[in-house]
């Protein structure tokens, strides 16, 4: 069955140093990938998504992540977070094809302190 | 303004007690899910309908009942079958099954 791997459960930062949070899925064939957010108390929302096209993608509030194919990967990326960005983060992939819901990761919490 | 909305946002039941969380969307979309949250467990999939009148079971099924019978409205039951109701309940709708989803609020039950 698809999985999708979250690499780190909780990350820390201190505002203004950089964020890169892992993101694997089993898939072999065309996907479609996603990065949803959750802020405190609030619905979850999309940050970003590929369907296809430039590996590299931007997504809201300063966020990017690059797909890359041969590694099964598609890592978030924030060159400096801000205390706003505390929140719990989830990749989400399905295929590009078929009628196959997405498939979650089980999430990375960051908290950003001052 | 389009979106989902997910009703009640806290329930309480006792044990035993079979319990529908609703959830209506005004987007038009063709497909809808349900999620259940648990710390540390990210998203799983309980039920997902495609279409009026047709659902399937996702990962974690058991215990859960769905119907699809409008467009906008895809109720979830919670049986007294399932061992471990307590937890937040998740809501989303896509245009298609391969589109972004859009969620609700959530539901945080709690069976006690």
């Known amino acids: 069955a698809q999985s999708v791997s979250q690499h780190n459960h909780h990350v820390i930062l201190s505002e203004a140093a950089s964020l890169e949070l892992g993101c694997n899925y089993s898939?072999?064939?065309?996907?479609?990938l996603f990065w949803y957010v959750q802020y405190p108390g609030q619905h979850l929302q999309l940050l970003l998504k590929?369907?296809?096209?430039?590996?590299l993608v931007k997504g809201i509030k300063g966020f990017e992540a690059e797909f890359i194919k041969s590694k099964f990967s598609f890592n978030l990326r924030k060159p400096s977070v801000q205390w706003s960005d505390t929140a719990e983060y989830f990749c989400?992939?399905?295929?590009?094809?078929?009628?196959?819901?997405?498939?979650f990761g089980k999430g990375t919490r960051l908290s950003v302190i001052a | 303004d389009g979106g989902i909305t997910q009703s009640p946002k806290y329930l309480f039941r006792k044990e035993g007690q079979n319990v529908t969380l609703s959830c209506e969307q005004n987007?038009?979309?063709?497909?809808m899910y349900w999620y259940r949250q648990d710390p540390g467990q990210g998203l799983r999939l309980i039920y997902y309908?495609?279409?009026?009148?047709?659902?399937q079971k996702g990962d974690i099924a058991e215990g859960y009942s769905v119907s699809r019978e409008k467009k906008e409205s895809f109720p979830l039951t919670v049986t007294s079958a399932q061992k471990n109701p307590t937890a937040f309940y998740l809501c989303?709708?896509?245009?298609?099954?391969?589109?972004?989803?859009?969620f609700g609020p959530g539901t945080r039950l709690t069976v006690t």
């Open positions: 989303a709708s896509s245009i298609g099954s391969l589109d972004e989803q859009y």
């Open positions: 898939y072999g064939g065309t996907v479609n």
């Open positions: 590929y369907f296809s096209g430039d590996p």
């Open positions: 989400a992939v399905n295929p590009g094809s078929g009628n196959t819901p997405l498939v």
């Open positions: 987007l038009n979309h063709d497909a």
């Open positions: 309908s495609q279409i009026v009148n047709d659902f």
